[in-house]
């Protein structure tokens, strides 16, 4: 690897000062980026091994074919979906008591979030918890060919951690040389009619191979237990927006998101029966195909242990096919002292479906 893209990496990682990471505002893409050299992702991801080398070696994850005998006539479209921790919350509130501090350093967990994400190759990322947007991910992102787009929560949890790095919101990315951005739409959520704390972005995308269009949203529901009302609301609210931006479910449509709902809850059966006619990806890595992961996210806390399925990938069943998706990690790779870890970056796994264009868009079910 050549010294330039060494020092390149090595400036553009490096924290920014408080002053520059203030700049986050309401704004959402950075226009200086375009004036920056790309990035060879081998070389960053070498760049990533160097700083992990004495680190574990990343869990191995394989694809499930999920092919159901239907020929496509175009690429698929690998979209990732990730709730990344933030990491002001992961060092000073999250409490992981089982989760060596040492682990948390974001010089190092910074570049295993990096490894994974180059790993899989997404054409789409959709990302929650992003509180080094500005100095991480949209500088090292947009130079591998992504455009970029950012939402932060109006009043952040990250806020209140000393030395934070601003607030944590969603985050979004395409392939540029894959698809052409047609409308894009920053939702702040609402409740009972109260905006709230929470955010989304729907993007309505053309596939340069197809021409198709479809709409990509994402975004990270109300926390906690005792909250299910709200996040039901905040769901609901969600779906209008995205009849809405797809026309009644004219223009195909993908979800990524934290829910923070388990499918028994309410939200979780409001986008299961919505007039958008979606299903949830992972459902089909079931022996019956109608049964979620027993986990998405698996963490020890003060409070116990944590297991739960809250995080998932909806699409528009009519017109898109699910052709692989990503297998998740075994209890024996997870480990007894759970996630995050030496390993793993996050306390919450990817989630990681490649989906087609279904040949008839006119078929309803």
Known sequence: MGNSTSRLYSALAKTLSSSAVSQHQDCLEQPNSAQLEPIDPKDLLEECQLVLQKRPPRFQRDFVDLKKNTASNHRPIRVMQWNILAQALGEGKDNFIQCPMEALKWEERKCLILEEILAYKPDILCLQEVDHYFDTFEPLLSRLGYQCTFFPKPWSPCLDVEQNNGPDGCALFFLKERFELINSANIRLTAMKLKTNQVAIAQTLKCSETGRLFCIAVTHLKARTGWERFRSAQGCDLLQNLKSITQGAKIPLIICGDFNAEPTEEVYREFSNSSLNLNSAYKLLSPDGQSEPPYTTWKI?????????????????????????????????????????????????????????????????
């Open 301 to 365: 806390r003060p409070s116990g242990e944590c297991r739960h399925t809250l995080d998932y990938i909806w699409y528009s069943q009519h017109a898109l096919n699910v052709n692989s998706a990503l297998g998740l990690l075994t209890e024996e790779q997870i480990g007894p002292n759970r996630l995050p870890s030496f390993n793993y970056p996050s306390d919450h796994l990817s989630l990681v479906c490649d989906f087609s264009f279904n040949q008839d868009p006119d078929r309803l079910l």
